[in-house]
């Protein structure tokens, strides 16, 4: 089961990762966006929030283990409202937002704009 969830997690982030990573690179200027992409699952050691500038990953956060009865849901929803943030007060406006999961994983993608 692990494998199969660390496959789906690499499937998951390749695709995203093409598709942002073509559409940046058009982009007149490459900096204008910034994307945050959550990774949250039950395995630790896997889940992570990444920012990226379409280019380079900028910054990566670990992530405790997704458990909902758990006092860590409450540490990652801080770390990443915290993350979420940072990127909002450096003078980027959220544009969109997207999320897809299955049972034992969530990818949220966040996309700001300059």
């Known amino acids: 089961m692990k494998k199969v969830l660390i496959v789906s997690l690499i499937i998951v982030g390749l695709t995203g990762g093409v598709f942002t ?8 200027n490459e900096h204008s966006y910034i994307i945050v992409r959550t990774v949250e699952t039950q395995y630790k050691g896997f889940g992570k929030i990444l ?6 990953i900028i910054k990566t956060i670990e992530l405790e283990k997704m458990f ?7 540490e990652n929803f ?9 990127v909002r ?9 997207n ?3 299955g049972y034992e994983y969530l990818v949220t993608n966040y996309i700001f704009q300059k």
């Open 51 to 56: 920012v990226s500038d379409g280019v380079t």
């Open 99 to 101: 999320s897809a999961g």
């Open 78 to 86: 801080l770390r990443i409202a915290n993350a979420l943030e940072e």
């Open 68 to 74: 909902l009865k758990s006092a860590k849901v409450t």
């Open 21 to 28: 990573m073509t559409s940046f690179k058009s982009a007149p």
């Open 89 to 97: 007060s450096q003078g980027y406006t959220l544009i969109s937002s």
